[in-house]
Every structure is written in C-alpha cells, then in structure tokens.
C-alpha cells in the first residue's frame, strides 16, 4: 500500500504544465525569451507541417505539360518545407518548451488557404501553392520582426528558411511566368 501511494506521490510531482516548464527554463535565455520566441515560432512550426502536407497533395495531383519537371521540383519543395519545420519545432524544444505539430493542430491553426480537390493543372497547381507560400512568408516576416527584440538566435533561424522559402517559390514560379 505504502509503494502505491509513493507512487502516486511521485506521478504527480512530476505532472508539469507548460507554464512551469517556462518557468523552469534554464540556460542563457530564460522563461521570458522561451515563451516570448515560442508564441512566434509555434504558428511557423503549423504552417510549415501544412505546406508539406499540401505540397504532397499537389504533387500528386498536378497534370499537363512540364508535368515530371513540376512533379520532381514539388517533391524538393515538400522536403525543404518538412526540414524546415523540423528545425522551428526544434529549436522550440530547445529552449525548453513544447511544440505542438499534431494533425488537429495543423488543420485548426493554419492560415494557409486549402488546395483545390483533385487534379490539376500545372499554371493552377504551382499559383495556389505560391499563394499558399506568401500567405507563410507573411507569417514568417511578422515573426521575424517580433523575434528580433526577443531572441535573435530564433529570428536567424527564420532568416534562413526564407531565403530558402523564397527560393523555392522563385522556381515554381519560373514554370508559369510570362515574362
């Protein structure tokens, strides 16, 4: 009897909130920058699992001529986006607070528009996944400024993702630009 009531003692000292983890956040940053960063890397780590999620879709259902080269370029585009979600997430974590990347998650917080049901064509496919890149760059651009008083380790993370995010929208936009 005395072990189970031990046990239970010890469970729920050891039960924590994601306040008391900010509070207990040690090293150079402290709670403050913690949970000051996390409010502004939380909805990236959202956005950014949705673009892969999408960017999948699209490369499946993406039709018509330059078909294989926006096939294969959606494919680079999706693996840049979940490496770089798996960074923000990351460096969440390692300022001692969690992250949250579940599906429900993802569905109820992202602000990317949805892409269109089934098949389409490539001008149509590679329009709404820029559309719904520009709608996460403006995510990341409103955070990168509020990081920049907060934590500049974190904002250097964003620097990085949008040059790449940019990057990869300026090659799918070569494949439909008139110019």
Do not use: C
Request: aromatic fraction near 6%; glycine fraction near 6%.
């Amino acid at each position: 009897m005395t072990t189970t009531k031990q046990s239970a003692a010890k469970t729920k000292q050891s039960a924590t909130t994601t306040d008391q983890i900010a509070h207990e956040t040690t090293g150079v940053w402290g709670a403050d920058v913690a949970s000051g960063a996390r409010q502004f890397l939380q909805p990236l780590v959202v956005n950014l699992t949705a673009l892969h999620v999408e960017g999948k879709q699209a490369h499946w259902h993406v039709r018509g001529s330059g078909f294989i080269g926006v096939h294969e370029l959606l494919d680079l585009y999706v693996a840049h986006v979940r490496e770089w979600a798996d960074l923000v997430a990351e460096r969440v974590v390692a300022l001692g607070l969690p992250v949250d990347g579940r599906i429900r998650t993802v569905g109820k917080d992202t602000v990317i528009p949805q892409l269109k049901d089934g098949f389409q064509s490539v001008p149509d496919t590679i329009a709404q996944v820029i559309e719904q890149i520009d709608a996460t760059l403006k995510v990341l651009h409103e955070s990168m400024d509020e990081l920049e008083d907060i934590d500049v380790a974190s904002q250097d993370v964003l620097v990085e993702i949008e040059r790449g995010l940019v990057k990869d929208r300026w090659f799918l936009h070569a494949h439909i630009a008139e110019d």
